[in-house]
C-alpha cells in the first residue's frame, strides 16, 4: 500500500477515534529492518520520549510499519511504553488486551520479521539471476542507453545535449 494510502488510513482512524495526530512520519527507499539507519523513525521516537510528553499513541498501519526486526520492535515498544507511557497502535491489526494479544503481536512481529528476511532473499537471488542473463540492475541515467547483454551504458547523443545543457548552465552560475 502506498505511503499516502497509509496516511489516509491513519488520518480516519485517528479522526474516528479522537485521536491529534503531530506528524506522519514517512521513509522512503530506506530499509525497515534497522532503526539505527532509519532518520524519521529516529525523530518519531525523540518526539514520543520528549519530557513534555506530546505523544500518548504512536499510529502505523500495520506493525511492519513500525520495525521488521523482532527485538528491536519488542525493545522500541517497551521502552516507549514502561518509560514514556505510549503505545504503538496499528490501526489494520487490532490487539485484545491481556496475554493473548501479546501472543499475537509477539507472532505478527515475527512474521513480518521473517517476510523481510525472505523477501530480501529472494531480490538479491532475482538480481543475480538478472545479471547471470546479462540484464541491467538499473536504468541508465539521464544522457546513456542500455545496449544489452549486461554491456556498459553508451552515451545517447540526443538526450545527452540536455546534460550538456544543465551542466553549462551551473558552470554559467559559478562564474
Do not use: T
Not at 57 to 82: D, G, M, P
Not at 146 to 156: C, L, T, Y
Amino acid at each position: 500500500m502506498s505511503p499516502d494510502s497509509q496516511a489516509k488510513l491513519l488520518r480516519e482512524y485517528a479522526k474516528k477515534n479522537d485521536i491529534i495526530l503531530l506528524d506522519i512520519f514517512y521513509e522512503l527507499g530506506v530499509s525497515g529492518r534497522k532503526a539505527d539507519k532509519r532518520p524519521e523513525f529516529q525523530r518519531m521516537i525523540g518526539l514520543a520520549k520528549s519530557a513534555d510528553h506530546p505523544v500518548d499513541v504512536i499510529l502505523v498501519w500495520k506493525f511492519s510499519r513500525f520495525a521488521r526486526n523482532q527485538e528491536e520492535s519488542i525493545v522500541y515498544k517497551s521502552l516507549l511504553k514502561k518509560q514514556h507511557n505510549v503505545d504503538v497502535v496499528s490501526v489494520s491489526e487490532p490487539l485484545i488486551e491481556g496475554p493473548f494479544g501479546s501472543l499475537i503481536e509477539r507472532i505478527i512481529e515475527w512474521m513480518d520479521e521473517y517476510y523481510s528476511i525472505r523477501l530480501s532473499d529472494e531480490v538479491l537471488r532475482g538480481m543475480k539471476e538478472k545479471a547471470l542473463r546479462g540484464g541491467y540492475q538499473a536504468a541508465p541515467c539521464l544522457g546513456y542507453k542500455a545496449v544489452g547483454n549486461g554491456e556498459p551504458f553508451i552515451i545517447n547523443e540526443e538526450s545527452f545535449k540536455i546534460v550538456d545543457y544543465i551542466f553549462r548552465q551551473f558552470d554559467a552560475h559559478d562564474q
